[in-house]
């Protein structure tokens, strides 16, 4: 089986690594990675035509838990996410492997589709499903026994990529955790470059900036948190859609304004363009528009500067530039390209498909996001539930496979002012701040061990409390817990302390 594949490295480390370094990182995933057990380490090439090529490596614990894990990339990021496979095999004595998805690169840079056919299907779905085959066998022969289960843990891309095994390869993973997911992404792209370079360009007489989005989401937080359905004032909306903004005290033409702390009209109309769905002018839906109290966080990519993925997108796959490009287009340009993305799919890489009923019928999935995400619409991970939901004809057992949750005041994958950490994928040692890791290691705190639970006992997750740390470090201590909900439930503040997770209880709001 390995005279298949291009090694490049075999090393057993019998006594752990403190502090992983090497040489094989990229500008993607640059960060060393600490505190790893003893493991043994495998990293090779797989030749996927005569002009494209994967890299992946799978590491393999001395302690192993007879299960195997899978991480996502981020972006377009071309590397081995080494930062990543810690969780898995740190926390939770995983076989783990990940993959460079074909390329060298970081997460905004697509200019490796240029002229790359095959690497484009590579990092469309090929490199991530030859890595699983791959890395299996290698756990088969290495322990002399295949893992008895399969978990896939990928959070933005890695949302996207997990979708798309579950789509094309129902049989590869037993369960998948997929976070943030972009997964329409011809329209994720149409919409990011459009938000920014049409509706938010920095000409535009109502571009908006950091100061304004500053403005406007500390008057959103006024209005929405602790509001109707939102039942605590705590700097957290937990409900964005449930609350309508209404931005026109803001105007610099209103009684009294603040000239240092006022928006034009034409701002104005820019923010609720923001918050609005994306569709054609015909008017055909394409992606979802930003939550309310999105604009809030540091973090809000809608700057007038489109994130790479998105203009590199449509100038190398959908226009096949041969040359490196910058993109422009207008809204009636944009519409014809989305119609062209629609029907090529180039790379095969939308991972939209809602007809999951294989997967469904042998495994689990459980989709998150957070309703502050500043990069992706928190909305796209919903629509998605809801046409799998449709496509399935509404079945009324739907959650004995499939459950979403949604996290409030949850940024992109993690960060914001809500409790992100509830031991999801991105993990870090506690040398490196513990983010992602919940505040006790059992099913309640942490949805991997949620994960393995549903899939090997059949308990699936009603709830997972997640925390926000002091500082965002989990060695200063937790600001508050919080239980984040199955969908569509939410958490309802019924009395006590406010930071405790046993002060709320999940309730149907809809």
């Known amino acids: 089986m390995l005279e298949a594949l291009e090694v490049y490295e075999v090393q057993d480390y019998v006594d752990g690594v403190a502090n992983f370094t090497t040489n094989w990182s990229t500008p993607a995933y640059p960060a060393p990675v600490l505190d790893l057990p003893p493991f043994c380490r495998l990293g090779a090439y797989i030749h996927t035509s005569n002009s494209s090529k994967v890299q992946f490596e799978v590491w393999m614990p001395h302690d192993w838990s007879g299960r195997f894990a899978m991480v996502g990339n981020g972006g377009m990021a071309g590397g081995v996410n080494f930062p990543d496979m810690w969780g898995p095999i740190a926390n939770y004595k995983m076989a783990v492997c990940s993959t460079d998805t074909g390329h060298n690169g970081t997460s905004g840079d ?39 289960h399969a978990y896939w843990i990928g959070c933005s891309s890695g949302g996207k990529q997990g979708l ?128 309310h109290g999105a604009e809030g966080l540091a973090a809000f990519s809608v700057n007038g500067s489109p994130y790479g993925p998105g203009p590199d997108y449509f100038a190398y796959q959908v226009l096949n530039n041969t040359e490196v490009t910058a993109f422009s287009a207008n809204a009636t340009e944009m519409d014809r390209l989305i119609d062209i993305a629609d029907e090529t799919d180039p790379g095969q890489t939308n991972a939209a498909d809602p007809n999951i009923q294989d997967f469904l019928s042998r495994g689990k999935l459980l989709t998150y996001v957070g309703l502050a995400d500043t990069l992706i619409p928190s909305g796209l991970t919903i629509w998605y539930y809801e046409q799998v939901r449709k496509a399935l004809d509404y079945p009324e057992d739907l959650h004995d496979s499939f459950r979403m949750f949604t996290m409030p005041g949850m940024g992109h994958c993690r960060s914001g002012p809500g409790a992100f950490n509830f031991g999801g994928p991105g993990q870090r040692a506690l040398r490196q701040g513990g983010t992602s890791t919940g505040t006790s290691f059992d099913k309640e705190h942490d949805m991997i061990l949620a994960m393995i639970d549903w899939v090997e006992k059949g308990s699936a997750p009603d709830m997972l409390i997640g925390a926000k740390y002091v500082g965002d470090d989990k060695r200063n201590g937790t600001l508050l817990e919080r239980p984040h909900c199955v969908y569509p439930k939410q958490a309802v503040y019924k009395g006590g302390d406010p930071n405790a997770a046993a002060s709320f209880e999940c309730e149907n709001i809809l």
């Open 110 to 148: 697509g200019t490796f589709l240029l002229n790359g056919p095959e690497t484009q299907v590579d990092f469309g779905y090929r490199a991530v499903h030859l890595t699983t085959v791959y890395s299996k066998k290698i756990v088969k022969e290495y322990y002399k026994q295949a893992a008895k």
């Open 164 to 291: 798309k095994e579950v789509q094309m390869y129902p049989e590869d993973f037993d369960g998948v955790i997929a976070g943030a997911s972009a997964l329409w992404w011809s329209h994720l792209n149409a919409q990011t470059y459009r938000i920014n370079a049409i509706v938010n360009s920095v000409d535009s007489p109502g571009y908006l900036n950091r100061s304004d989005y500053d403005v406007i989401g500390k008057l959103v937080l006024q209005q929405c948190d602790g509001q109707g359905t939102d039942s605590l004032k705590d700097g957290i909306i937990e409900n964005p859609r449930a609350c309508q903004p209404d931005l026109e005290q803001l105007s610099c033409d209103a009684p009294g304004a603040n000239s240092t702390a006022c928006l034009s009209d034409a701002q104005i109309k820019t923010m609720y363009r923001i918050w609005a769905d994306y569709h054609q002018q015909n008017g055909s839906f394409v992606l979802s528009g930003f939550e």
